[in-house]
């Protein structure tokens, strides 16, 4: 289906336009690393101060829980990406431009013994910038319990959430002939016949919590 857009670019600020674009893509990759750097900062100072005294033991007892790349928020800007429409030269926009990740959200969990019945889960985001999108780095955090219910059962529960993380879609500013103005639009809907401002509603925003997991696991062994 082709869609025909009601605004067009101005030519003249179309290089101001693209320059822009770069410098809030990088400095969204900056305000990312400052993110990482507060939260390592914040494990650091977590586990420093409540195993100051075994240390030592605490890195012994840790290990690798997991390691992915993508997340739930990810996936929103893969939904977000599909489909085109074309401007008013017949230029065909395609989503997929927009909603790229210039480098995938990295998640990274650990898991810290602290008895033998009971750990702590912890890790990091990453996040991931598009030309369209944010995804703020988070914090894992959460908790495994295992009781041994006999000599052949055990009943695992574990839960882990993410604190950050948050999933912002960006907006567009284009020039409408019907309105010989600019106007800020959903990049997504500038060619559906809703005016512009009342496009503004349909933008993506998600907290990171929407990552939260839950497990129980009850084991017979033979």
């Not at 890195?59 to 599909?82: E, K, M, N, Y």
């Not at 650990?110 to 990091?124: D, H, M, N, V, Y």
């Not at 960006?170 to 409408?176: D, E, G, L, P, Q």
């Amino acid at each position: 289906m082709r869609f025909q857009v009601i605004w067009s670019l101005n030519p003249a600020c179309a290089t101001i336009c693209a320059r822009q674009h770069a410098t809030n893509a990088r400095i969204a990759d900056i305000h990312r690393l400052r993110h990482l750097h507060r939260w390592f900062g914040l494990i650091g100072l977590v586990i420093s101060s409540a195993f100051q005294a075994q240390a030592q033991n605490v890195w012994d007892q840790t290990f690798l829980l997991d390691v992915r790349v993508g997340s739930v928020r990810s996936d929103i800007a893969l939904d977000l990406s599909a489909g085109r429409y074309a401007l008013e030269d017949g230029t065909m926009v395609e989503l997929s431009d927009w909603y790229r990740p210039r480098f995938p959200d990295l998640n990274i969990l650990f898991l810290t013994e602290i008895q033998p019945s009971f750990a702590a889960i912890w890790g990091i985001s990453t996040g991931e910038t598009g030309q369209k999108y944010t995804i703020d780095p988070g914090l894992w955090v959460g908790a495994l319990y295992r009781a041994d219910l006999g000599r052949n059962q055990a009943l695992t529960v574990s839960a882990r959430t993410l604190l950050g993380g948050a999933f912002k879609e960006r907006t567009c500013v284009a020039f409408y002939t019907i309105l010989d103005d600019f106007a800020q639009v959903n990049c997504r809907l500038a060619a559906s016949p809703l005016p512009p401002d009342e496009t503004l509603a349909f933008l993506v925003s998600e907290q990171g919590s929407i990552e939260t997991t839950f497990s129980l696991r009850y084991e017979i062994r033979f």
